[in-house]
């Protein structure tokens, strides 16, 4: 692992508009980034790994096999994010044996015909998530001071990947959105200021003046759109719930801009989100 000089360290625990930054409070980011980059893994090669058994005439895997690879999907992901970030190889393993032990674990209830495979693959993600923390806590003094990440990659669509991961994991997360698009209820749109709500308390936002009452405004305008929609009901509400996200995705990125509230990773993360969310929304109005 790259060894910190003290201008790194300071450099790597100060957060955009350089307040200081809490050792646990990087410690829980890095688990969130593990958690993403797991499920980036399962969005991007799981796919990908059916398209070609599909291609080469392969049958689908045995709910066994298919949660090993599901591991292994997740696995690549997670080595590649904290080869980035600069991580030593023993945390890189113990965070790769997060991912398989869980399914090795419900593999022999599984195979003693005690779980079905539908409880064996969301077995296997609820034990991923307390297996990571064992490993990131395991290493708490790694994982509280930020790594040096690795120098940036030359090529134009790799820089792309590295600095706008958070708008890839939004399209790989809504992929199936374009094709198979989807009509959203009103009361979805409380979802929207909740996130913000919920972030801002937790990164403890309220204390800069005007954060809170903005985001009280927010809520107040999506919760009204909400109840609006769902008095007037009918095709007027799915379109009224479109625009709510549409609009929601400007929301986001005045907070991207600014750096208020919430991480600009999850600003950018949302934008994405929301903009699709919304336009899909129209495509299967106009499609039905």
Known sequence: MTELTPAALAATTTED???PVRPGRQVVRHLLEMALAMVAGMLLFGPARAALGTAFGLAPAAPGVGALLMATDMSLAMVLWMWYRGHGGAAIGEMVLAMYLPVLLLLVPYRAGVLAADTLLIGAHL???????????RRRAEYAHHPVPRSAPRQPLARVLVHRWPAGLALLMTADNWTEPALLGPYTLLVLPAGYLLLGSVRRQWGVPGNLRRQLVGLAAWGGLALFAAAVGGETAYWLVAVGWLAHAGWDLVHHRTGRVVPRGYAEWCLVIDAVLGLTIILALLTT
């Not at 034990?127 to 806590?137: D, I, K, N, Q, R």
């Open 17 to 19: 508009r350089g307040a």
């Open 127 to 137: 034990l991923m998530l307390p297996a990571m923390a064992v490993a990131v806590l």
